[in-house]
């Protein structure tokens, strides 16, 4: 008799077992399970090929281009040349007005005086190629026209405009200066 009643509740609690799986597998509820998985990247490599064309070898190689010191500047505008000071030289810079240092004369010496003679009033030196802004002038000195004109780094002297064979100073138009 004891077998018989264990036989019974293990086929209750089996019985049991069976309601609840099929209880909780029937539920209206839908289970939600997240799949993670890894894409490969794809690389795609494209590769342009353009034909280059190649000029016909000549019988005798044409002759290497001379080379220049510096580049030449030619003013935009007409300069006008003119007398600012009747014992001096001829002048093409105007006052109140922009230049740029002549690659023709090397770098440009910009004095505490007007006065050329002794070397000891150079303050700087203004570069071929550099803006420069004529503040005030000329005077003469050694039949040299001389310029108060100021840097861009706000050195402010005096610097010859030529020694009358040679330009040291051209004229630019304010447009022109780099910014």
Same mark, same amino acid.
């Given at each position: 008799?004891?077998?018989?009643?264990?036989?019974? *509740? &293990?086929?209750?609690?089996?019985?049991?077992?069976?309601?609840?799986?099929?209880?909780?597998?029937?539920?209206?509820?839908?289970?939600?399970?997240?799949?993670? *998985?890894?894409?490969?990247?794809?690389?795609? /490599?494209?590769?342009? /090929?353009?034909?280059? #064309?190649? &000029?016909?070898?000549?019988?005798?190689?044409?002759?290497?281009?001379? =080379?220049?010191? #510096? =580049?030449?500047?030619?003013?935009?505008?007409?300069?006008?040349?003119?007398? =600012?000071? #009747?014992?001096?030289?001829?002048?093409?810079?105007?006052?109140?007005?922009? /230049?740029?240092?002549? %690659?023709?004369?090397?770098?440009?010496?910009? *004095?505490?005086?007007?006065?050329? #003679?002794?070397?000891? +009033?150079?303050?700087? %030196?203004?570069?071929?190629?550099?803006?420069?802004?004529?503040?005030?002038?000329? /005077?003469? +000195?050694?039949? *040299?026209? $001389?310029? $108060?004109?100021? !840097?861009? %780094?706000?050195?402010?002297?005096? !610097? =010859?405009?030529?020694?009358?064979?040679?330009?040291?100073?051209?004229?630019?138009?304010?447009?022109?200066?780099?910014?």
């Amino acid at each position: 008799m004891h077998s018989k009643t264990f036989s019974g *509740r &293990a086929l209750s609690l089996i019985g049991l077992s069976l309601l609840l799986f099929t209880y909780a597998c029937s539920s209206p509820t839908p289970q939600v399970v997240e799949v993670t *998985r890894i894409v490969p990247t794809v690389l795609i /490599v494209t590769q342009i /090929v353009t034909p280059v #064309a190649t &000029a016909e070898p000549t019988a005798t190689p044409p002759p290497p281009p001379t =080379p220049t010191l #510096a =580049p030449t500047l030619v003013p935009t505008e007409a300069v006008q040349v003119y007398y =600012p000071l #009747a014992e001096c030289g001829p002048s093409i810079v105007k006052p109140g007005g922009h /230049v740029m240092v002549s %690659y023709q004369g090397g770098k440009s010496a910009i *004095r505490s005086t007007p006065d050329m #003679a002794p070397a000891g +009033n150079i303050i700087g %030196y203004a570069l071929p190629g550099e803006y420069l802004k004529v503040i005030s002038g000329p /005077v003469c +000195n050694y039949q *040299r026209l $001389m310029w $108060m004109v100021e !840097t861009a %780094y706000g050195l402010t002297g005096w !610097t =010859p405009e030529g020694d009358g064979e040679t330009w040291y100073l051209i004229p630019v138009a304010w447009w022109e200066i780099p910014p």
